[in-house]
């Protein structure tokens, strides 16, 4: 082989070398910052880890909004239309946050088999639903009103 071609040759092989390199580690830091998106159904099914920062949505069902008088912490059931998933959350809910909207939780699952929420996010107006929570509420009529899924 001509030293030229040769040289050519292991100078591309370690620029993929290199780069593979790169992808990987950016992929291994990013890990710990991705939250997995999971519908209530995936909870019941037992498809969910424990204590891994997770998110869940779908319709806050009718009726299952109870607020501790002594403190923040609010309990709810969010449904996809197959499961329901209890919600514990202890900040201040977001104002659009209501009985039959859809929300998105951040938070970890328990071994209790309930979410501990750090974080609700609610709909934002009457005709906007999240995509994921949108994908897993198709055929489920209570939740979403007006709004086209």
């Keep these: 082989m001509h030293p030229a071609r040769k040289q050519r040759l292991i100078l591309v092989v370690l620029l993929v070398a290199l780069s593979s390199a790169a ?8 890990r710990a910052n991705m939250d997995y ?8 099914a037992g498809e969910v880890p424990f204590e891994k920062r997770i998110r869940a949505g779908g319709c806050v069902v009718p009726g299952s ?3 501790d008088s002594d403190s923040l912490d609010v ?26 909207e859809a929300a998105v939780v951040t938070g970890k699952l328990q071994q ?4 501990r ?3 609700v996010l609610a709909k934002h107006d009457e005709t906007y639903t999240p995509p994921e929570v949108a994908d897993s509420m198709v055929g489920n ?3 979403q009103g007006d709004a086209k899924i």
């Design 75 to 100: 309990r709810f059931a969010i449904t996809d239309g197959e499961a329901e998933l209890e919600v514990v959350f202890n900040k201040i809910l977001p104002d659009l946050f209501a009985e039959g």
């Design 23 to 30: 992808i990987g580690f950016v992929t291994y830091a990013m």
């Design 112 to 115: 209790d088999g309930y979410v």
């Design 37 to 44: 998106f999971y519908a209530p159904r995936a909870f019941a």
């Design 65 to 67: 909004i109870v607020r």
């Design 117 to 119: 929420a750090d974080q």
């Design 141 to 143: 009529a209570s939740c």
